[in-house]
């Protein structure tokens, strides 16, 4: 079977222009995401990881190339894509499940079907009991638990996730990584996701992609095969070849060579 493109990324370079001058961000990036698959993005602070999902979501407009989304052109910003961040950005004044309506609420999406939905994800992934509690009530994992529900609940085809278990702890950062990247397959989501975290990477992707230093370029594009029965996050870093991807990462990204 040939799996479809979702994301074509296509010879992107970003220079950002202020007051203090240029700063050339990203340098000729291209490379696919297939339906269905996550690809996770690792590279040293200030390489234009960032940049590079904001050029994707259309939130800013590269300086050259082009990003396609089922082939067709990303002119601005679009329902098709879902954004997860590092803060979960919660309101704090809404219950967990009026956290989880917002952005059907936005989109004017709001209707029985919906709502059940949403409901459905609260329920299948943990939160049912919890849904008229407030986000303070809640651990940090939940947080973020309900923050990708909230970003689930619209639908959108394609995840962009900016670093977003790196407020937790390292315990919480484990599990909820785990989970999420569970539902992620689960639910059948395309998503690009960065990390500074190379187990991290290694442990949630279908590919790897290292980006060199500022301005950022692709390094390498590792295809993550791991011999292990069941392919959840966890589980993953106890592959024997899990150590051999580490390695070879850590290698690339050292910022002495
Ligand atoms: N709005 C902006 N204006 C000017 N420079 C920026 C802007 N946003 C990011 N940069 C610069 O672009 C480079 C890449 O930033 P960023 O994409 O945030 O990197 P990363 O997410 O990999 O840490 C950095 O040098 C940063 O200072
Ligand atoms: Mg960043």
């Given at each position: 079977m040939k799996k479809s493109k979702a994301v074509e990324i296509n010879n992107i370079g970003m220079t950002y222009h202020s007051l203090e001058g240029e700063t050339q961000a990203l340098q000729d990036i291209s490379f696919d995401i297939h339906s269905g698959e996550i690809v996770v993005l690792v590279g040293p602070s200030g390489c234009g990881k960032?940049?590079?999902?904001?050029?994707i979501s259309g939130l800013i407009k590269p300086s050259t190339g082009r990003v396609?989304?089922?082939?067709?052109?990303v002119e601005g910003t679009s329902k098709d894509?879902?954004?997860?961040?590092?803060?979960?950005?919660?309101?704090?004044?809404?219950t967990i499940l009026e956290n989880v309506m917002i952005g059907l609420e936005i989109q004017n999406k709001l209707n029985g079907k919906t709502r059940a939905f949403a409901q459905g994800l609260l329920d299948t992934y943990g939160l049912g009991e919890f849904k008229h509690h407030y986000p303070r009530q809640l651990s940090g994992g939940m947080r973020q638990r309900a923050a990708l529900i909230r970003t689930l609940a619209v639908q959108p085809e394609i995840l962009l996730m900016d670093e977003p278990f790196s407020a937790l702890d390292y315990q919480t950062r484990l599990a909820i990584a785990d989970e999420i990247g569970i539902i992620l397959k689960k639910e059948g989501k395309t998503a690009l996701m960065v990390t500074h975290d190379i187990a991290e990477a290694i442990s949630m992707a279908d590919r790897v992609v290292v980006m060199t230093k500022r301005p950022g370029m692709i390094k390498n594009i590792h295809r993550i095969e791991l011999s292990c029965e069941e392919r959840s996050p966890l589980k993953s870093r106890e592959a024997p070849e899990f150590r051999i991807y580490f390695?070879?990462?850590?290698k690339e990204l050292d910022v002495h060579v």
């Open positions: 960032s940049t590079l999902l904001s050029i396609l989304i089922n082939g067709r052109k894509i879902g954004y997860m961040f590092q803060r979960d950005h919660l309101f704090e004044w809404r390695n070879r990462i850590w």
